[in-house]
């Protein structure tokens, strides 16, 4: 074990918040809405909640929202990608939870002074992301929002009972992975808000990544029914954040090793180009949507059998759960505690994912 | 039969656009989305989607966004309120399918130099609502809103296969109801929006009517369980609106008698004080959330008793269906068509309702 450091939390360059103020808030409100009673399975604290109201599967719910000027910027992203993405980012909840997405909502604001066409444009790129993804969109609402578009989506599905996978089964001693590299979508908003000129071959998958993220749920899916994984979260925030919220969630705590965080190939070629430490784009830079989850050692050889067998790539590892509640990266420094190094979505302002 | 006037639709004084737009655009998105098929028993055109996933009951599935600007006004209606009404919106849709509505979640979009201490009182009003309707809230997703408070809840409820109100079920003849007096929340917008000075005896429960409204899912779960509704909505937009949504769904048309169309008394009786016309507040002011339904005339005793016997007041008859497709006043002057005169909830941009 190398020397730690304690409260010394490294926050990215670009100018994100820090997240507990969010957390925060998030349990204050969970202390005030109380703890339902069954058939609530799972309630506030997880990627979705959860309902035992069919014998055998439970319902998984969740919602999420995108804001102009805030998640996305229309100068740069078009409608039917805003569409698309407002779906996968919902989806992403239900695979973390190792659930089928099966249907959806849609809640969109839109300005007074926005012609409405672009609704069907965005209703396109959204019916797009539904046909991919196995979702129906059946019922909604259309506000007025004069500060701009906002898209609310909120997503069901089914897991079976004895597959649900929550944030909180992480025990000492299992193996962290990824469902894939990291680090592409936050480069992307990188050379979107900048305006970066690079090669189209090395700029268009980056910022791909970031307009329209493919949610990892076959994986999650896969994860579940076959019982390989404890714990489990989708990489909305950063592998910071999030595998801290599983921490906190499991009340054990984690060790990373840097050079194993699964940096994208061209996130490594492109960070010096923008400026940017690949490390900290793989780790911080949010909105991979990949699957972070934990998995026993002794099943390390049935995972990546299930996972070649089913055409996926094979998952990435990058550390270990441990024992207390500390997140930790260990570099050829030492190491260094990231447990509060994240984004906070509360807060914001600026375009930052 | 008088004499009609088609095409001439009055709209209300103050600049509320009509909603083809806003219908247009929801049937465009309707055809884009597709017929979703079963287990969808209701996708989108009625006040809740439904889903026959348990054996025996539908699950109805709602979703409503309140914003800042459009909806509500933080300079005369407090975090509490707004927490309270975002909640009693979507309850109110429950109501209106005959259901029962039991989860929630909750997207709260926050301003960020907003003090984040008034998410809390926002959540004591909303959790204030959730104990009074049995509502218990699960989950949810923080955002950042720079452009105000925008607050989405979506809700889950329960109805049973056979009692479930569609808009649809209108047929010639019915007789029309609504489950209590008309135009209180419109005329309490108008003394909220200019300050108008009145007796706080005559104020209050106007101002209460708009600020901390009640839904009726208690007598649409009644007209439900004992078979007395052919079709239901709620009142949202106004009558006006609202019962051409009944039409046509239900290919029929109406006829509504001017004197019968229930004003409430204080309405009447600060409508003058108000520079307002009691039937237009009653008939186009929207957001009353009272139940608008359709009963066939030989259940008429059977529909009176159940609401006194289950201590309900009883319901108030204001016209009945027609064949035809149009919806028509009779006053005094004749008949006007009304089909047209209500409110857009997609354009705005005033605080409107």
Known sequence: ???????????????????????????????????????????????????????????????????????FDLSYMSLAQLGWKALAVNVSDIGAMGGEPRYALLALGWPPQRDRTGALELARGLQQAAREFGVAIIGG??????????????????????????????????????????????????????????????????????????????????LARRGLATAMIDL???VATDLFHICRASGVGARLEAERVPASPL?????PLLNQDPLDLALKGGEDYQLLFTSPPEKQGALFRAFTQAGLPPPLPLGEVT??????????????????AGFDHFRG????S
């Open 1 to 71: 074990m190398g020397k730690t450091f304690p409260g010394q939390i490294r926050l990215m360059d670009n100018p994100r918040p820090t997240f507990p103020g969010e957390m925060a808030l998030i349990e204050a409100l969970a202390r005030e809405f109380g703890t339902p009673p069954p058939p609530v399975v799972l309630g506030i604290g997880d990627d979705c909640a959860a309902l035992a109201v069919d014998g055998g599967r439970y319902l998984l719910w969740t919602i999420d929202t995108l804001t102009e000027g805030v998640h």
């Open 141 to 222: 609402d259309t506000v007025s929002s004069p500060g701009g578009v906002a898209i609310t989506l909120t997503v069901t599905g089914w897991v079976p009972e004895q597959e649900m996978v929550r944030r909180s089964g992480a025990r000492a001693g299992d193996l962290i992975h990824v469902t894939g590299v990291l680090g592409e979508a936050a480069a992307g908003l990188e050379i979107l808000k900048n305006r970066v000129k690079l090669k189209p071959a090395m700029k268009d998958p980056l910022i791909q990544a970031h307009l329209t993220p493919r949610p990892q749920h076959q994986a999650g899916r896969l």
């Open 236 to 238: 909305s925030d950063g």
């Open 267 to 271: 996130v490594k070629a492109a960070a």
């Open 323 to 340: 024992a207390g509640d500390r997140v930790l990266l260990v570099t050829e420094r030492g190491e260094e505690d990231i447990s509060g």
């Open 349 to 352: 302002g600026a375009v930052s």
